[in-house]
T-cell receptor, first 110, second 114 residues
Framework: GESVGLHLPTLSVQEGDNSIINCAYS??????FIWYKQESGKGPQFIID???NMDKRQGQRVTVLLNKTVKHLSLQIAATQPGDSAVYFC?????????WGAGTKLIIKP | DTEVTQTPKHLVMGMTNKKSLKCEQH?????MYWYKQKAKKPPELMFV???????INESVPSRFSPECPNSSLLNLHLHALQPEDSALYLC?????????????FGNGTRLTVT
């Protein structure tokens, strides 16, 4: 079963604003976390990852935050663009398996 | 464009047909995966190959038969499927199984069983 969950199944954001997608995980022993973006008709695309010995990692326009105290993971997208419209999945590696969250659909309002 | 290539993109087959899905990667990855994805759901793991040997079979019905001819290729042979097997079938690869490195996915084969 899934142990990684999301607070919001759908998120609507104004173009140009920042987006924050949240994810909760249940296994405190998980040591690696990944965010994927899946556009319609495509496979999941790797966005950013973070190891459990880190709290924050930044990429191009994206930041992942890891709060191990409350077992919470978030993806921040700066200056959201129409091309960011997709379903976003978080995943944790636990016991060498990848456990996926349910996904959040990000909708960009013009 | 993805570095994992899957063919065909779309496949329609009857319940008595035999077909194969193909996947290819040239990143030198030694772990390859088959996932099944239903609409609005996350991918579900089916099989894992590590160094061309089957490492994980997630209790997948025998009508799905994986094959790894070499380190770059992964096939999924389909026989006597059911309509409920209609889904997006995703192939992925990673440097090594169990390592903390991301999986790279292809764009999948959209399978419809009639």
């Amino acid at each position: 079963g899934e142990s990684v969950g999301l607070h919001l199944p759908t998120l609507s954001v104004q173009e140009g604003d920042n987006s924050i997608i949240n994810c909760a995980y249940s296994n405190s022993a998980s040591d690696y976390f990944i965010w994927y973006k899946q556009e319609s008709g495509k496979g999941p695309q790797f966005i950013i990852d973070i190891r459990s010995n880190m709290d924050k990692r930044q990429g191009q326009r994206v930041t992942v935050l890891l709060n191990k105290t409350v077992k919470h993971l978030s993806l921040q997208i700066a200056a959201t663009q129409p091309g960011d419209s997709a379903v976003y999945f978080c995943a944790e590696r636990s016991n060498y398996q990848l456990i996926w969250g349910a996904g959040t659909k990000l909708i960009i309002k013009p | 464009d993805t570095e994992v290539t899957q063919t065909p993109k779309h496949l329609v087959m009857g319940m008595t047909n035999k077909k194969s899905l193909k996947c290819e990667q040239h990143m030198g990855h030694r772990a390859m995966y088959w996932y099944k994805q239903k609409a609005k759901k996350p991918p579900e793991l089916m099989f894992v190959y590590s160094y061309e040997k089957l490492s994980i079979n997630e209790s997948v019905p025998s009508r799905f038969s994986p094959e790894c001819p070499n380190s770059s290729l992964l096939n999924l042979h389909l026989h006597a499927l059911q309509p409920e097997d209609s889904a997006l079938y995703l192939c992925a690869s990673s440097q090594m199984q169990g390592e903390n490195s991301p999986l790279h996915f292809g764009n999948g084969t959209r399978l419809t069983v009639t």
